[in-house]
Every structure is written in structure tokens, then in C-alpha cells.
């Protein structure tokens, strides 16, 4: 009786559409704010031992794991600075637009076909139209701040991003063709006999190096380059907002590595013999790889010229997309 | 001559586009990643320094003869030198025979520039180069090292790098040789 009643009243508070919301909301926000951690900290000593160095040893004490979480406590206590010229609401506003759509992001994310916010059946479609938000963002940031830099450095990042947008939305077009689905799950569900990385190697390097140039990250990382324009659109933040834009650069990489390994490496899916892992440890170390591969690319090549960025977009990756798209369709026609 | 400086400056066209270089460039960095790394972590473990580190100037009082070359040869003028001449009578008559003391020799580690011409130019060999380098101070006065402090460093001074294999000593070196 005792354990009937307990029972039922689980259900009724499962059954709470708010509380549902409230928790799930809360495993987003946790896990969008401890996994850049992990990447950060990565990057920190991949980076660091890709140049013979050792990286951070002393937060923590034990190989300086602490070292981000010490930064976030420096950015909290530093002085929160807003130029006078700057346009104050919108450089504001600036660095959560460039974050926020990077936590929606997560909601359409499966780490297995249970374990998922939402199964939105235009699921990649969201993806890639909230992806595009963030340049909002980064120009509310850049012309906000009333510095040539900042200016110099937004328009970069818009130009980049409308150009690197194109080929990453073609590339996962191919994949929706080959997948008659745009929901996640479904995508990943489609891959139960090889990973879609496998019959479309080049759509996969395609959305890999379009990924990094959405992202800014080097090699492609002219709208931030330091050498010559400080540090682009962030150059007047400091504090917890500047903190925030870093933020939404190592969400990014989540998020983006997250939704690679959903297109083209079978999301949650182990590979074949290996079914005793768990579906969301396969995601993690499907995100964690390809976030090794962002970070080895920015230990090994210089930063392209503006005009070499454009090209590469305009003149290999869209062209090679297309064709991509032609292949794609010709083969699920004809087959 | 003209060809060479074409063969340097390779233009766009000639270069292979093969991309093995973009895979040749991840190879490296991916070596050097599972290599270990160089870093020495001082203060936790000491750096490992060659006998001809310039790290501080250690004085060996019993060879100084007051002959003030170092302190006239320093280009910032940061070696003090007092001294006074004694005359011992002599034990069985004739001249008496004098010698000069040393009462104060200090260099001023906070103008020093390490520049080693005092060390270079010492006839006496009274003066080495020391590897020992972690003598910072919080105030600017102690960083002046009078003899005593300058003394101690003698006992950090390493023993002179061996001549390389078929190396020609130098001239001075042969004429110390003992015959």
C-alpha cells in the first residue's frame, strides 16, 4: 500500500510539465557549463605539450586542473568595464546573444535514444538556423564598443560566418538527403550500419573546417587576430562578459562537436563489439575527439589571410558541397 | 645571382598542391605532444646549468692583490674596493717589506650588468663566474655583496668544462701547463 502510494506519487511529480522543464533546464545549464571547462582545460595542456611545454601545474595542485575554474573566480572579481562611447544596452546585451544560442543548442543534442531534451523533428534545421544567431552577437559586440578594432574585427566575424555558413548548411544537407530525416535521433538511428562519415568523407572534412571557421578558432581566426587587432569585436570586455564570450567559444566547440559526431559518427552508436559502453559515454568520446582535433589544428597551422579565408569557402568547400549534394542525390535516386 | 634567389622565393605556382605539408605539420605537433616536455619546474627542481653560466660573481680573496684592474675596468662602476698597505718590520734587518690588505671588496649586484670583464681581466684569478643565480632581495641595498657573502659563492663555482677532443689549448693555458 505504502509503496504503491510512494509510487504514484512520483509519477504525478514526474508528470509536472514545470518541474520536467525546471530539471531538464537545470542538466542543460550544467552540462553547457562543465564541459567547456573540460575543453578549456585540454586545450590548456594539449596546447601546452604540442609546444614542449607543460601548461598550468599549480591550481589544484594535481597538473593544474583547477586552472579554468580559477579563471572564472579572476574574471567574477574584475572590475566590470563599459566604454563611454559604447552604446551600453546593446554591448550588454552582446554577450549572451553570442552565448545563448549555443545552450539551445543542447536541447536537440541525443546522448542516447532515451537520454534527449527534445526530439524536434527539424532538428538539424534548428541547429543550424540558431547556430547562426551568434553572429548577432558578435556585431552587436563589435559596434557596440565604439572602437575601430572592435568594428574591424565584427565585420570579419560577420563576413566569415555568412561565408562558412553556406558550405556547413550544404554539407549537412547531403546528410538529411541520405538520412530522410532532419530529427537527431533519426539521423543517428539511420547510421545502425555505417557512419555516414564513411560514405561522405568529404562532407565530413567540409563541416569539420566549416565548423572552425564559425567558431573563429584558428586557423581561421582572422576576426580575433591578435597580432593585429587586439582581440576583434571582445577587445573593450572585460570581467564576466568578456568571461561569457569565452565561454560561448568553448560551448561552441561542444556544441558544434556535438552535432559533427550526430551527422557523421553515429552520435550515441558504439562501434561494432564494443555495446557494454553505455550510448552517452560513446557521445562524449565522440565529442571529445573531434574537440582534440579542434584543438591540434590550432597547435599546428598558422592563421590564413582574409582573403585565402574567403576563398577556401567560396572556391573549395561551397563548389565541393555542392557536388557533394549532386552525388548524394544522384545515389539515393538511382538506388 | 639571380637563379638563386628564384629557386628561395617559390612562387604560388610552383608549389605542390598536394597538401602534404597540412599533414606533415600535424605529424610534428603530434610528436612533440607525446614526447615529454623540457620544462624545468624551478623552484620545485633546480635547473641543470653549464659551468660557464654568468650567474653570479664569486671572489676569491686569498688571490686578490689589490690591484683594482676589475674595479677600473667595470663600465658601471658597481665593484668597491678598500685596501691599506702594512709594512712588516723585517725579521733580520734590511728593507721592511709591505703588503696590501684588503679591507673591503663588495659588487653591487643591482647595477651589475654581468658584462665578466672583471673576471676576464683579473690577473690573479680572484674572481669567477658562479652558476648560482636565486640571490633576489626585497630591498635594493642587499643586493650589495661584500667579500664574505662574495667568498661563499667561490664554493659554487664549477669546475672549468673539459677541452674539447683535438681542441688546440689556448696560448695562456699551455704556459700554465707545469713543465
Known amino acids: ?335 | 645571382m639571380a637563379v638563386d634567389e628564384q629557386d628561395v622565393r617559390q612562387s604560388p605556382e610552383d608549389a605542390t598542391p598536394s597538401g602534404l605539408g597540412l599533414l606533415k605539420g600535424l605529424a610534428v605537433t603530434m610528436k612533440a605532444m607525446l614526447h615529454p616536455s623540457i620544462t624545468q619546474q624551478y623552484p620545485e627542481e633546480m635547473p641543470d646549468l653549464p659551468p660557464r653560466s654568468r650567474g653570479v660573481i664569486a671572489l676569491k680573496q686569498e688571490n686578490c692583490t689589490v690591484c683594482y684592474k676589475c674595479s677600473r675596468d667595470c663600465p658601471d662602476w658597481c665593484i668597491y674596493i678598500d685596501a691599506h698597505k702594512e709594512t712588516h718590520p723585517p725579521a733580520s734587518g734590511g728593507k721592511a717589506r709591505s703588503a696590501k690588505i684588503l679591507d673591503r671588496f663588495a659588487i653591487d649586484y643591482a647595477l651589475c650588468m654581468y658584462c665578466g670583464i672583471c673576471v676576464e681581466v683579473c690577473p690573479f684569478d680572484a674572481l669567477f663566474w658562479s652558476p648560482s643565480f636565486d640571490y633576489a632581495e626585497y630591498e635594493i641595498d642587499l643586493l650589495t655583496h661584500e667579500k664574505e657573502r662574495l667568498e661563499e659563492w667561490t664554493y659554487t663555482v664549477l669546475p672549468p668544462p673539459l677541452i674539447e677532443e683535438g681542441a688546440v689549448p689556448a696560448a695562456d693555458d699551455a704556459l700554465a701547463e707545469p713543465a
Open chain 1, 1 to 335: 500500500m505504502i509503496a504503491e502510494a510512494g509510487v504514484s506519487y512520483v509519477n504525478q511529480w514526474l508528470s509536472n510539465y514545470w518541474l520536467i522543464l525546471a530539471v531538464k533546464t537545470a542538466v542543460v545549464l550544467i552540462f553547457f557549463l562543465t564541459a567547456p571547462l573540460g575543453v578549456g582545460y585540454a586545450e590548456h595542456k594539449v596546447l601546452a605539450h604540442m609546444q614542449s611545454r607543460l601548461g598550468p601545474m599549480y591550481a589544484g595542485r594535481f597538473h593544474g586542473w583547477a586552472q579554468l575554474i580559477a579563471d572564472g573566480v579572476k574574471f567574477i572579481q574584475k572590475e566590470d568595464i563599459i566604454p563611454a562611447a559604447a552604446d551600453r544596452w546593446v554591448f550588454s546585451l552582446a554577450p549572451a546573444v553570442a552565448l545563448v544560442p549555443y545552450i539551445a543548442l543542447f536541447v536537440v543534442i541525443p546522448f542516447s535514444n532515451q537520454i534527449f531534451i527534445l526530439n524536434l523533428d527539424v532538428g538539424i534545421f534548428f541547429v543550424m538556423s540558431i547556430t547562426s544567431v551568434t553572429v548577432i552577437g558578435v556585431l552587436m559586440a563589435g559596434w557596440s564598443s565604439a572602437n575601430k578594432f572592435s568594428l574591424i574585427g565584427a565585420l570579419r566575424a560577420a563576413a566569415q560566418l555568412i561565408a562558412y555558413e553556406l558550405p556547413l548548411v550544404l554539407a549537412a544537407a547531403s546528410i538529411v538527403m541520405q538520412a530522410g530525416t532532419l530529427s537527431m535521433i533519426g539521423i543517428v538511428e539511420a547510421q545502425d550500419r555505417y557512419w555516414f562519415a564513411l560514405t561522405q568523407p568529404v562532407g565530413f572534412v567540409i563541416f569539420l573546417v566549416a565548423s572552425l571557421a564559425e567558431l573563429t578558432r584558428p586557423p581561421f581566426d582572422m576576426p580575433v587576430a591578435d597580432s593585429e587587432i587586439i582581440f576583434g569585436a571582445y577587445t573593450e570586455y572585460s570581467g564576466l562578459k568578456f568571461a561569457f564570450f569565452l565561454l560561448a567559444e568553448y560551448g561552441g566547440i561542444v556544441a558544434l562537436a556535438a552535432v559533427a559526431s550526430v551527422l557523421y559518427l553515429g552520435g550515441y552508436r558504439a562501434l561494432p563489439g564494443m555495446g557494454l559502453i553505455p550510448p552517452p559515454l560513446w557521445m562524449a568520446a565522440k565529442i571529445g575527439a573531434l574537440s582534440f582535433i579542434v584543438i591540434w589544428l590550432r597547435a599546428t597551422y598558422p592563421r590564413l589571410r582574409e582573403d585565402q579565408l574567403q576563398q577556401v569557402s567560396w572556391l573549395v568547400l561551397i563548389p565541393l558541397a555542392l557536388v557533394q549534394i549532386m552525388v548524394v542525390a544522384i545515389v539515393k535516386v538511382a538506388v
